[in-house]
């Protein structure tokens, strides 16, 4: 009696501790048939960012991880560019963004995490002299439910990966 019980409970544990880790085909209110990322409390930036491809580009994007490992994935592949100039239809990648993780009983956050974070380059804005300087994204975060729209200026991200 008591394996079954320790057996069910683990079952428990590791659908509860896993749940977050499914890919799932709406967040935040939107569909993405086949996305392959989970979305954490109505939004996850991966999983907008991948919709956002496969939706402009009409590619399977074939990240699988945290948004800071986007340009080592579009690197090997042929058909990505990575460059450093911002481009619309592009998917912005910042390498850094540490988000809390974890919070104290008055609200201070006790722990960051660092996976990075993407975006859907929306528009450009460029100056007199025709250098790209702002950036207008659609994107989500992890834990926020929907999308939001922001402009940024053009070296806030690191990479810009547009398809060939």
Avoid at 64 to 73: F, H, K, M, S, V
Avoid at 113 to 140: L, N, P, Y
Wanted: overall charge positive; glycine content about 8%.
């Amino acid at each position: 009696m008591r394996l079954a019980h320790t057996i069910s409970t683990l079952f428990v544990l590791s659908i509860a501790t896993s749940s977050s880790a499914i890919a799932v085909d709406s967040c935040g209110g939107y569909t993405s048939k086949g996305n392959p990322f989970p979305c954490g409390g109505g939004g996850n930036c991966t999983w907008w960012a991948w919709k956002m491809a496969k939706d402009n580009l009409k590619v399977d994007f074939p990240a699988r991880g945290n948004a800071n490992t986007w340009d080592d994935t579009a690197r090997s592949k042929s058909s990505y560019k990575v460059s450093s100039t911002a481009a619309s239809n592009a998917i912005a990648e910042k390498e850094s963004s540490p988000y809390c993780v974890s919070y104290d009983n008055k609200g201070k956050c006790k722990k960051f995490e660092d996976q990075g974070h993407v975006a859907f380059v929306t528009s450009v804005k460029k100056d007199k002299k025709g250098k790209i300087t702002d950036v207008t994204v659609s994107q989500m975060y992890w834990g926020v439910a929907g999308v939001s729209v922001k402009t940024y200026k053009a070296d806030y991200f690191n990479n810009y990966i547009t398809k060939k």
